[in-house]
């Protein structure tokens, strides 16, 4: 019997075979909207997928394909956000979501030339026009009996719900390894501080742990980051850049070794502001025009400073790069000015651009001094600083955030205070929340609950607050389980 | 994992025998290259093994120890010293523990199997296995490392609700909450409206391309608070659709603009989110996507390369740029070890022209640079070249004659010294050109090394001098004649073989005098093989009978040989003489010469040869007789097919 390997939280992950087997069916999906029915090409993908389709339902039967919550299923095993090939599975989703359609279903006798015939039709739908039901009428008066369509609802209330206390677990550790990285963020300033030499292996081993949560659950970091008043803001700083920017590479599906060479890349791009006076970096007030001045040296110091004192290899090399170009905008204006080369700014420094950006105008401990909730920090960046940063990668970084980024604290219908867990793709205005308080105060123990689920539909969100004008803290919110 | 007593002794012996398969077949995959059966059959089986060992058992975790695996406290494996150090690989990479988990299949195998492999034949073992391991994407091998005990005592776990409970709570509370009361909550319910003005108009930074906001309508924060009392509107309309269409039309007319209209909704502004326009379209998913193919391309040797002639134009003052150039400087070494000549090179290059430019405005400047050429050229810098191009063989020569090219006389003496450090012949050539190209003009550098008490510097320089050939370097190579070491005497005669000046046939004959015999034989090779009119009359010089008569046998051979090679036709008259000379007394020396004579005739390639040995072997005098009839027939054997 094949083992099932269950990640932290409790859900069943997919293997290699339903990966391929997705991924089959989102080329499939696509080619069906560009070449004939007749195309050899596309018939032999067919096959292939057909072949896959029925080695899977040896095994299991029918076999379903779902999405909810932004994630695809296989026969309710997810398939993981960093499994290769699944191109195009945004924009299906997005589709799918449109139609209220949450799954496939295809019995044991399905045929190939069903399958076909299926493909084209269901990826020439308009959202606009058809719904679940019309879609299901239409598959039966064309004899397609072997495939039954799914609704989002039916899906959504299907699915399991994840145990609270796997849940909690793996918000554990998420902190464990949040905190680690902040350690060796200080141990990296340190020692590039005094010019000497740098645990480059530990570095990269706590990049890879990042890396590990991120693909499994990339909400119990992002909230992390969302705590923005730690003790040295300049090392969680680069921590909450490291954790955004590895969660933007992950969608981006970069491999391992570039996730490790992104990660190590963000926590190192801040590193020439510790050859800035201290008191520089920690200056309460508004900069000047002096201030500014010093503080623009910070890529040139970064990027000297890991040439320097590291040994070269493609880690130390992005790093220096990203150091150096990471204020650089698209334009080529930002700092510091290129005097040799307008050469373009490499993927990782467009990363980090936005990222850091993000960061510190939703923290508030740099150049503004005053913290901008989140929403309004994108609408700045989408509006007023678009000439920044790459366009696409910011779209990106938008879905990631969410209206209500983990670590928010919202304000629900029901008249209760809740901290916002984890972004839900699907519905991103329910998210998955901790209820923490109420008209009374706040409760002993935080009420855990998905508010894009059926049973959650009288809880809605209906504004975020800012916890320090009310005297709270979020950081309480966030590591009190 | 709850086994029985025998099954568990059975799991022991399994694991052991597993690790000590792996010990194996990690040695020859090592040493085996990629396609040798060999180790791809062992791979397999091991693989295979490993499998099925952690299918029957499920996960099988082993810790780590200086030079112990350990299963639940038994030892499995011992680390014997020399090759046999299974527990050495991980335990000297960091790695506390490992498992094999249940799932484990064939291919993760020959994966991991690889990644090590990579690691062993790691020359200087700068890699990191726990990073090959984690990036390879093996998720059914898993490890633990020293950071994590290491970095424990930073562990998160922040349980404020302990702290609260602790004691004194209400204290703590009031410390960790703040102003933490009911009518508190209440009024985060009760307020109508918040302040919800933020003020984007961000100080602008000098040449900071952010733009000022200045309107008011922009970041309208929040809406209105429901009435206490009465149940809010939902913020998220079931029809969304169509007021997100109109919203986004509204955000559409916006964008590009400074102003935005004041959101009348009760929730967060969510066109930023909700509006596809801020969604990626598959044209631009297939963009992104071509972002990141891009980007693999990252080339650390250019990218590292162009970003330091970028610092060097971004510095302001000396310092900084001295700084800037010792960090090139660094890096340049690094290349070179890697064997990235053509990058080095380039930047190498670059600096020269940028010390050009800088010369008439910065001089200091110009100098600083100036000093990082020549340090290039250092003997330190040049044994980091030896290195480099030791590990990397497949350094094309041509990349390292255009590297050699930045470098002037200052390198000369240091290139010298380190030739013999120079594994590859390809490599020992280009760098012998290019110390002939630059020694002709700089003799007295390249020649530092005759004087060295090192025998292999002596044969450098030797080298060097005989490529370069004029009179002068000659006359320095004389000194080495009577060099108290064979090896560095038996250097000058090769070498000279290929002089291009004829001067060297006279030390090549004065070498045939040589204490050693077996440098006397190749002094004389080393003429036969320069041939020529040179060639040939420096040898009639020596073999005068007075000086004949004074070599041993051997060598009188070996010279009346070179003679008739070089000689051919011209050769015969003198040879027929040493043999027709009357020897009535039976002296030694003249059967020795006729016996030499008769040997170098049979390596005479000339008609007249043929005609002067026929005639001999009708000689009268028996001995001659016989002697010219061998003579024939071992001339035919060597040249129509005998030696």
Known sequence: MEMQVSDAIGRVLAGKKEAKLLNAFFVLYKNARIIESSNRAFRKQIAGFYEQLKTLSLQSGQVTIKVYSGRYFVDDRMVRFDDRGLSGAGTIAAEWRALGLGGVEFSTDISAEEIGRFIKFISSVKPTRENVESLSESLKSHGLTAIKLLSAKEVDTGRPGIPEEVRRQFRTAARSTFFKALAVVEDVVVNTAADRQVNISRTKRVVHSLIDHITRDESSLLELSAIKDYDDYTYAHSTNVCVYALTLGVRLNLDRARLSQLGFTALFHDVGKVKLPSDLIKKPDAYDENDWIQMQQHPLLGAKSILRNMKLDVHTARAARGAFEHHVNRDFTGYPALRREKRPVNLFSKIISIVDTFDALSSGRVYLKKAIPPDKVLKKMHYQMAVKFDPFLLKIFNDIIGIFPAGSVVLLTTEEIALVLTNNEADPARPFVKIVGNREGLLPNPVWADLSHSEQADRRIVRMIDPARHGLDAKDFILND | MNLGVDKRQA??????????????????????????????????????????????????????????????????????????????????????????????????????????????????????????????????????????????????????????????????????????????????????????????????????????????????????????????????????????????????????????????????????????????????????????????????????????????????????????????????????????????????????????????????????????????????????????????????????????????????????????????????????????????????????????????????????????????????????????????????????????????????????????????????????????????????????????????????MALLKAYSILGGEAAVPFLSQLILRPNLFRERLVSDLRAAAFEALCHNRSEKCERTLLKLSRNWRPDIKGQAGSALRRRREIIYGGD
């Not at chain 2, 990644?115 to 790691?122: F, T």
């Not at chain 2, 700068?126 to 930073?154: K, R």
């Not at chain 2, 919800?196 to 309107?215: F, K, R, Y």
């Not at chain 2, 000549?341 to 940028?354: H, K, N």
Request: hydrophobic share 40%.
């Open chain 2, 11 to 556: 799991l022991i012996k399994d694991i052991r025998f597993i690790l000590k398969d792996l010990l194996k077949v990690i040695k020859v995959v090592s040493m085996y290259p990629e396609d040798n059966p060999l180790p791809q059959s062992l791979k397999q089986s091991f693989a295979e093994r490993l499998e099925s060992l952690s299918e029957e058992y499920g996960d099988i975790a082993i810790s780590v120890e200086k030079d112990l695996l350990k299963y639940e406290s038994e030892v499995v494996y011992e680390d014997r010293g020399g090759d046999d150090r299974l527990a050495g690989i991980f335990f000297e990479t960091g790695i506390t523990d490992f498992t094999f988990k249940d799932g484990l299949d064939v291919n993760e195998v020959f994966i991991l199997l690889d990644v090590i492999k990579k690691y062993m034949n790691c020359p200087d073992k700068s890699l990191d296995l726990a990073a090959l391991i984690w990036e390879s994407g093996v998720t059914n091998f898993t490890f633990g490392t020293i950071e994590d005990i290491v970095l424990s005592q930073y562990d998160g776990s922040f349980n404020l609700q302990a702290f609260m409970d602790a004691d004194d709570s209400g204290h703590h509370r009031q410390v960790i909450f703040g102003t933490d009361t009911v009518e508190n909550y209440a009024a985060i319910f009760d307020q109508h409206t918040e302040s919800s003005e933020i003020d984007l108009n961000e100080p602008e930074a000098p040449g900071s391309s952010v733009l000022l906001s200045g309107s008011p309508g922009v970041g309208g924060l929040t809406p209105s608070l429901p009435v206490p009392g009465q149940k809010p509107p939902s913020v998220f309309d079931i029809e969304g659709m169509d007021e997100i269409a109109a919203r986004t039309s509204e955000a559409a007319a916006a964008m590009g603009l400074n102003d935005l209209p004041v959101s009348s909704s009760r929730g967060p502004d969510t066109t930023l989110i909700l509006n596809d326009e801020f969604r990626l379209s598959e044209e631009e998913e297939e963009i992104t996507a071509r972002l990141c193919t891009e980007d693999a391309q990252f080339d650390i040797y250019d990218s590292t390369q162009s970003l330091l002639k970028e610092i060097l134009h971004q510095e302001a003052d000396f310092r900084g740029f001295s700084e800037a150039v010792t960090i090139c400087e660094k890096v340049l070494n690094e290349f070179v070890l890697a064997g990235k000549l053509i990058q080095s090179g380039q930047l190498l290059q670059y600096i020269i022209e940028l010390e050009s430019r800088l010369r008439s405005d910065k001089p200091r400047w110009a100098d600083r640079l100036r000093d990082a050429t020549v340090m290039a050229g250092s003997r330190d810098r040049l044994k980091a070249l030896a290195e480099g191009l030791n590990k990397h063989p497949e350094t094309g020569v041509r990349e390292l004659a255009r590297y050699l090219d930045n470098f002037d006389w200052q390198a000369l003496s240091g290139i010298t010294d380190l030739l013999g450090d120079f594994e590859h012949r390809t490599h020992r050539e280009t760098l012998c050109d290019f110390l002939t190209k630059k020694g002709t003009d700089n003799l007295d550098l390249v020649s530092q090394g005759i004087f060295d008490k090192r025998w292999y510097v002596v044969r450098n320089s030797i080298s060097i001098l005989a490529r370069i050939g004029s009179d002068r370097a000659l006359e320095l190579l004389k000194r080495t004649l009577d060099h108290e070491d064979e090896r560095v005497r038996m250097a000058l005669v090769q070498e000279l073989k290929e002089c291009p000046n004829d001067r060297a046939l006279e030390l090549l004959t004065a070498a045939v005098r040589d204490r050693d015999a077996q440098i006397r034989t190749e002094a004389v090779n080393s003429i036969i093989a320069r041939r020529g009119r040179p060639a040939f009359e420096a040898v009639e010089a020596a073999i005068s009978e007075e000086n004949l008569a004074t070599l041993d046998q051997p060598d009188r």
